[in-house]
Each structure stands twice: as structure tokens, then as C-alpha cells.
């Protein structure tokens, strides 16, 4: 089993629609955790650290449940333009590892 | 603002030949690691370093070997190369904080292409 695992969709949703991704973490260790975007054949960039008391950014909210291992994404208002892959990472502070998930893919139509 | 420079960014190679992908960071960052990107499969890391002189192992090191003699430089070598190393490669990099306080996160460089015949 992977340290981190997401639903790989695709998540094909109609602009305007409110989508959320689940990530879970099997390293209860893990300190630090982000979302991070990929564009198709495109190097990976940070859309958000996440918070233990949840954290928002404009139509992105990011939770993490530490008891539960899981972190999740929400997106609101979908725009064509949020088609991506959206990756989770997990960091065990104390190795200094840096697991990612295998990715999620979400398809906004208009 | 270069951040983080991979190069070549496209490399066909044969079986059995060696290579030496390059990273550099010009943000003075202490931690620097190499991934692999397949189908499917996400980033997997490779080998990641948390200073000059110290390297360490990720998930699937085999293969592989890196070297940390500068801050800046990161270097991933392929000592003999496999149809199955076929992969596109990403270098990242970021500052470490103190102790127990975990890493800040990484910038990534725009990766290598690896095509192994």
C-alpha cells in the first residue's frame, strides 16, 4: 500500500460545480502536508499548504483530519481553467521524506 | 530568478549507457530531491539530500546514485541504464526550517524527458 493515496478520476464536472478530493496518509508521523497542481507534461506547483485547523484560498479550501489520516481539497465555482491533476504530499518531518500521491484528475466542461 | 534548473531537458539513451541528469538551485535551499513521474504512478522519489555531504534514500533508489558536494548542485547518475528508467524526471528544492518544524514546499524544475532504448 502507498504512504499516500488518492482517487484517481477522472472527475468530470460542468463549470460552476463544487468538487472535493480525498487524500489519505498512512505515515501517522507526517508533519506537513500540501496540494500541489500538475498541467499535462508540466512540473508540478504549489496551489496550498494544508493546516491542521483547515485553511482557505479564494474558491479553495484545504482540511486535514489528523485522526482520521485524510486531507481534502474543495474546490468551489469550477472553472475551465482548474483542469488539472491535483497532488497531495505528506512529509515525515523526521526523515525528511516527501511522499506524493499518485494524483487526482478533474476535468471542468463547459 | 532562475530557481530550479534541470538540464538536458529531452535525452535519448541505449541500454547500458551512463548519464549524469543535472539539478542546480539558486536559492540557497538546503533540501533537494530527485523524482521519477510514469503513467499512473505519480512522483516517486528517487534520492533526496538535506544538505552538502548528506544523501539518503526515497522509494525506489535503485539504479540510481547521487552526490551533495554543493548546496546548489544535486546531480542524479545512471550508471547503466534500463529500458525500465525510461521516466520523466523532476528535481525539486526548498528551505528546511528548524527542527520538528518540517519543510516548506518545494519548487520544482521543469524536468527531463528520458527516453532509454
Known amino acids: 500500500r502507498k504512504e499516500v493515496e488518492q482517487d484517481p478520476g477522472p472527475f468530470n464536472v460542468p463549470e460552476g460545480a463544487t468538487v472535493a478530493f480525498n487524500c489519505t496518509y498512512s505515515n501517522s508521523a507526517s508533519q506537513s502536508f500540501f496540494w500541489y497542481r500538475q498541467d499535462c507534461r508540466k512540473e508540478p506547483k504549489l496551489l496550498m499548504s494544508?493546516?491542521?485547523s483547515g485553511n482557505e484560498d479564494g474558491r479553495f479550501t484545504a482540511q486535514l483530519n489528523r485522526a482520521s489520516q485524510y486531507i481534502s481539497l474543495l474546490i468551489r465555482d469550477s472553472k475551465l481553467s482548474d483542469s488539472a491533476t491535483y497532488l497531495c504530499v505528506a512529509l515525515n518531518t523526521g526523515g525528511f521524506k516527501t511522499i506524493f500521491g499518485a494524483g487526482t484528475r478533474l476535468f471542468v466542461k463547459a | 530568478n532562475a530557481g530550479v534548473t534541470q538540464t538536458p531537458k529531452f535525452q535519448v539513451l541505449k541500454t547500458g549507457q551512463s548519464m549524469t541528469l543535472q539539478c542546480a538551485q539558486d536559492?540557497?535551499?538546503?533540501?533537494m530531491s530527485w523524482y521519477r513521474q510514469d503513467p499512473g504512478m505519480g512522483l516517486r522519489l528517487i534520492h533526496y539530500s538535506v544538505g552538502a555531504g548528506i544523501t539518503d534514500q526515497g522509494e525506489v533508489p535503485n539504479g540510481y546514485n547521487v552526490s551533495r558536494s554543493t548546496t546548489e548542485d544535486f546531480p542524479l547518475r545512471l550508471l547503466s541504464a534500463a529500458p525500465s528508467q525510461t521516466s520523466v524526471y523532476f528535481c525539486?528544492?526548498?528551505?528546511?526550517?528548524?527542527?520538528?518544524?518540517?519543510?516548506?514546499?518545494?519548487?520544482f524544475g521543469d524536468g527531463t524527458r528520458l527516453s532509454i532504448l
Open positions: 494544508v493546516y491542521s
Open positions: 525539486a528544492s526548498s528551505a528546511v526550517l528548524g527542527q520538528g518544524s518540517g519543510n516548506q514546499p518545494q519548487h
Open positions: 536559492m540557497n535551499h538546503e533540501y
